[in-house]
């Protein structure tokens, strides 16, 4: 019995109060990626002018992979800033 128990806890990395976050670009009434929407680009976008990883904005990977190449062509297009 004790054995069971410690090796579900081994398995289990995560805290109790865990609560696994939605992406805010998913889902139903979420704005869509677009190089144009340069308000949008600028929430995921540092100050130095770098791309917030997805681990702090907690965007799924597809949406993170828009995301970056909606970015390179507004800085491409000069949009927004390289710095």
Not at 7 to 36: E, H, I, M, Q, W
Not at 54 to 67: A, D, G, P
């Amino acid at each position: 019995m004790s054995e069971l128990i410690k090796k579900d806890l081994k398995t289990d990395k995560r805290p109790y109060n865990f609560k696994k976050r939605s992406c805010p670009l998913s889902g139903a009434g979420a704005p869509k990626v677009d190089y144009k929407n340069i308000n949008l680009l600028k929430k995921f976008i540092s100050e130095k002018g770098k791309m917030l990883p997805s681990r702090i904005t907690s965007v799924s990977t597809k949406k993170q992979r828009e995301l970056s190449k909606a970015v390179k062509r507004a800085r491409f297009l000069a949009l927004i800033p390289y710095k």
